[in-house]
């Protein structure tokens, strides 16, 4: 009989236990990635807010434009926003700023 040359997935669970931060227990690694951790909860809902404060400034802009008979969306305004991110931060920054227009877009 031929041997299967795929993998096999384990049948049985990981017996190693794990910590929360997902260490092997040592206390000095446990406890700067909890800190590190806290920090990284506090960025986050600081660039959530200031997402959140971006989707309203960006509906004030749009409401605007169309109140003096323009279009909703702005493609050469769009662009530079693109080209910034990524500038700033490689390929996944292009990725992450239309994400961004996708939430700003279309609130009006
Ligand atoms: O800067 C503008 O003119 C906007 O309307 C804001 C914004 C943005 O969220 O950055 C939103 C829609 C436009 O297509 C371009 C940019």
New binding site residues.
């Given amino acids: 009989m031929a041997t299967p040359t795929t993998t096999q997935t384990p049948t049985t669970p990981q017996t190693k236990t794990r910590t929360p931060a997902g260490t092997d227990a040592a206390p000095e690694a446990e406890e700067r990635i909890e800190r590190d951790r806290a920090r990284i909860d506090d960025l986050d809902r600081r660039i959530i807010a200031l997402v959140q404060e971006r989707v309203e400034v960006?509906a004030r802009?749009?409401r605007t434009?169309i109140e003096a008979g323009g279009r909703r969306?702005?493609?050469s305004?769009?662009m530079e926003?693109l080209a910034r991110y990524r500038e700033e931060l490689g390929k996944p920054g292009t990725s992450l700023a239309m994400t961004l227009?996708e939430l700003?877009?279309g609130r009006v």
């Fill in positions: 960006s802009i749009q434009r969306v702005n493609l305004r769009e926003i227009l700003c877009r």
